[in-house]
């Protein structure tokens, strides 16, 4: 396989994932595309439920038995999708490596840490088991774990929440992998702790050059992480734009929604969030068109129909919208609510 510096390093095309439940086949991810570059920082937010998780174990080769997938994913201009499981798992840690929500789920209670981070090492790099032990060390040194040589031995029950974390992030470090998957990585963690586990992969990330692709539901947190924003609902992207801009104005009713669900600081205690009414759907009950209508301020009848596309146009604050099933047809073109550019006119 020869790649060009053009081949990104991720392409997601046309990602469908449908899965076997009681209710029968159902497609949990309706066509997911994106892109990466060695380097790029990625984010992608949804409430809980919208197929984030999903879309990073399709990538991963780690969707359960019962899942179909369709379309495409190429690493580095290798196509995963076909791919068997020997060969998939060579990849795993070895080119791309993935954290979890929670690290005790991930890490093996009856192993020494040591003996994890080791593991890949000799699978992927031929290490012995001397070589591979030493290399923990310095890799727990890496990823800033207090006293480190003390807690080779250690088993996961034995560290903090944040230390079994620096221990993931060491096992998917370990290979020096093309592309990280963090998928909620702090979730489980305190608010202080969270924040140096952030810095530490954010630091990670830069020294090493590798993609990253940070899930989560927390927007607040994707500000200082990620260049560019995915949001996803119902199972598949709805907007997607460079994190600064996304900040700047929100195109999707969703996206809008999020933001104001956002707490927000100064907020005065006993002050009620604004939350996003209704629910997401369970993938059961996904309509026909857009995933959001019911919950949506702006619906039209068309949009129950067929999935809205939205356009930014640059440097004006506005959106074109077009619907999918009519591609011919002119775009509408109309202004966002924007806040905090309401904020700024307000101001004049
Ligand atoms: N193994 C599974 N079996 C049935 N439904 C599933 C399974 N995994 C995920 N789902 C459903 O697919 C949708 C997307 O799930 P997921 O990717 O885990 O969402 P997120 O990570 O955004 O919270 C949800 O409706 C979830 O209930
Ligand atoms: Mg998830």
């Known amino acids: 396989m020869t ?133 923990a060390l310095e890799l727990l040194d890496r990823v800033q774990l207090p006293r480190a040589r003390e807690r080779l031995d250690n088993y996961p029950h034995q560290l903090s929440g944040g230390q079994r974390q620096r221990v993931m992030i060491s096992i998917a470090l370990a290979c020096q992998p093309d592309i990280l998957i963090a998928d909620e990585p702090t979730t489980a963690l305190d608010v202080t702790v969270q924040k140096e586990v952030l810095a530490l992969i954010r630091q990670l990330v830069a020294e090493d050059g590798m993609g990253l692709l940070l899930i989560s539901h927390d927007l607040g947190l994707m500000r200082d992480q990620v260049e560019r924003v995915m949001v996803m609902y119902g199972g598949a992207v709805v907007e997607s734009a460079p994190t600064q801009e996304l900040f700047g104005m929100r195109a999707h009713p969703y996206t809008q929604g999020l933001f104001a669900a956002r707490p927000k600081l100064g907020l005065k205690r006993g002050t009620r969030l604004q939350t996003i009414a209704g629910n997401v759907p369970e993938i059961f009950n996904w309509p026909l068109g857009c995933a959001f209508a019911e919950r949506c301020a702006y619906v039209q009848d068309s949009c129950r129909l067929t999935l809205p596309q939205l356009e930014r146009v640059p440097n004006t604050g506005r959106v074109k919208v077009s619907q999918r099933a009519d591609l011919s047809a002119p775009f509408a073109e109309h202004w966002v609510r924007c806040p905090e550019w309401e904020k700024l006119e307000a101001l004049k």
């Open 3 to 135: 790649t060009s510096s053009t081949t990104p390093l991720l392409s997601v095309r046309n990602l469908r994932v449908a899965l076997q439940t009681s209710h029968g086949q159902l497609e949990a991810l309706r066509g997911v595309d994106f892109e990466m570059q060695r380097g790029d920082t990625l984010g992608l937010i949804g409430e809980s439920g919208c197929g984030k998780s999903l879309t990073a174990l399709a990538i991963m080769g780690l969707l359960p038995d019962r899942a179909t997938v369709s379309g495409s994913i190429e690493l580095n201009g290798t196509e995963l999708t076909p791919m068997s499981d020997e060969a998939l798992c060579s990849l795993r840690g070895a080119r791309m490596a993935m954290i979890f929500q929670e690290p005790m789920t991930a890490l093996n209670p009856l192993h020494p840490i040591w003996k994890q981070i080791a593991e890949p090492l000799q699978l992927h790099q031929g290490m012995d088991l001397a070589t591979a032990k030493a290399r």
